[in-house]
């Protein structure tokens, strides 16, 4: 299995963490282990939706980005502000005032993504038009639900609209028309993103759906919010008119911004991880009828609901509903952008069956029929003192050898008291005076040992044994 097929930006930032279990109850793949007072996050089992980060106490789970000093790696630099850039400012009245002030920060041009989501809306219309028949059709704009999709629901990865998402579609013509104005070679040209979320960092390394991303960098909203604010004070008037993006574009930011710009009314717009999630289940077993298109963002709220931004999501979502309503339907349609070859997917997205036991249907079956047998012995209380989010799934990581039995803390209690309870009883011929068979002290030696064992899971000193 490739490593680089699990590229992930959610990392651990270890000297923080305390070792409590918050993380695995909310991770809603059940990516995160602890094991000796420390987190650990599987790359594969990870989708990097961000949620350990909101959950996390101690601030242990960091998003990997870039710093924005990388616009000095090239001699010419785009700045591609996602449209949830625009809603963390409070009155607001003009993209503009945005978009100049990223000039003033440093970049020497700006495309807008929600430009690009135009874009996509008109592809995505005229897809769903020729493929109606298909429906119905899952929006592939967010890369968490992508890689959601491939690991957990392989009957859905033909349902993803096979479409590039809108900061893809912004990248390639931002590019394109840089050479055209430079006369610079593609490699000397630094397309950066102004993300607001982790996923979509992950995304420009490793990408679905197509081969290699035009995407350079990807900074954070909340590193760039505070670096703008000095340059946005200033005489509207006096702004070089950048903004090329409707009320569809713009609206993409927020939770039913994609389905507002198709046209369709049989659609089902969620967000947050947890919902979208019953919502692919519903889907993948049918109880779903007569939908037309499925849009699904992780964060909360949209895009404007990501880790990497500052301000609250459904305050973020009015301010964009507000910016949006006096501006044009759209502004960019794909018969006036020729520099897009495709706006489809070159690959198909495969199926990573990362959470299946065996290598084969029979040795999975085996190991299903021993997690059902070590779940029967467990208290099924899903604590998650194990360092496990559930019983279940503790079972499952002895079977596949990542753990034992006496991470229970039940299981191992329960041992603790019979081997002790076997040792006082091979003892009391010796108290009374008898001699000891030798296959009674083979035993004991045994049972001393595995008590031993069991004392040291338990975290009992090496000294405080001895004394016991």
């Given amino acids: 299995m490739n490593k680089d097929k699990f590229i992930r930006s959610v990392r651990l930032k270890e000297s923080a963490c305390q070792g409590c279990i918050n993380c695995i109850k909310h991770c809603p793949t059940q990516a995160i282990r602890v094991h000796n007072g420390k987190a650990h996050i599987i790359d594969k089992f990870c989708i990097d939706c961000g949620r350990c980060i909101r959950y996390c106490p101690h601030h242990a789970k960091i998003a990997i ?38 000039l003033k920060l440093g970049f020497d041009d700006v495309y807008e993504v929600s430009a690009a989501a135009e874009l996509v809306s008109e592809a995505s219309r005229e897809y769903i038009k020729t493929h109606e ?29 096979p479409i590039k998402a809108p900061v893809e579609v912004a990248a390639e013509i931002a590019r394109a028309r840089a050479m055209k104005k430079t006369g610079l070679k593609p490699e000397e040209i630094g397309i950066i993103f102004i993300s607001p979320c982790p996923s979509k960092v992950s995304y420009a390394k490793a990408p679905l759906g197509i081969e290699k991303s035009n995407i350079d960098n990807v900074v954070a909203i909340k590193d760039i919010y505070p670096l703008l604010l000095p340059h946005m004070k200033h005489d509207e008037s006096q702004l070089t008119p950048l903004s090329n993006s409707g009320r569809i574009g713009i609206g993409w930011s927020s939770a039913g911004g994609e389905v507002g710009g198709l046209l369709v009314d049989n659609y089902l717009a969620g967000d947050g991880i947890v919902n979208i999630l019953r919502v692919l289940e519903e889907l993948e077993d049918e109880k779903l009828h007569g939908l037309t298109f499925v849009e699904l963002s992780a964060c909360t709220g949209g895009c404007v609901g990501g880790t990497l931004t500052v301000e609250n999501e459904y305050i973020a979502a009015t301010k964009t509903k507000r910016l949006a309503k006096y501006q044009p339907v759209s502004k960019n349609h794909l018969s006036d952008n020729p520099e897009i070859e495709s706006m489809y997917w070159a690959d198909d997205v495969d199926y990573e069956p990362v959470f299946r036991l065996g290598n084969t249907f029979k040795e999975s079956l085996r190991m299903m029929s021993e997690v059902e047998q070590l779940t029967a012995r467990f208290p099924g209380l899903d604590c998650g003192s194990c360092g496990a989010p559930t019983c279940q799934t503790l079972a499952e990581d002895i079977v596949r050898g990542d753990a034992t039995p006496n991470d229970c803390i039940y299981v191992l209690r329960s041992n603790i008291a019979d ?18 068979p030798e296959e009674d002290k083979v035993l004991l030696r045994k049972y001393i040992s595995e008590l031993t064992t069991d004392l040291a899971s338990f975290g009992v000193p090496e000294r405080q044994k001895r004394k016991d």
Wanted: with cysteine.
């Fill in 65 to 102: 980005y870039d710093p924005l000093s990388v616009i000095n790696n090239f001699k010419y630099t785009v700045a591609l502000p996602a449209p949830s850039l625009y809603a963390q400012y409070n009155n607001l009245t003009s993209t503009d005032i945005v978009l100049n002030a990223l």
């Fill in 133 to 161: 028949k298909e429906a119905p059709f899952i929006s592939s704009a967010c890369p968490s639900v992508i890689r959601l999709i491939r690991v957990k629901f392989p009957a859905l990865l033909s349902r993803l609209l």
């Fill in 419 to 436: 081997l002790s309870q076997k040792i006082r009883h091979l003892t009391r011929e010796r108290e009374s005076g008898d001699s000891m």
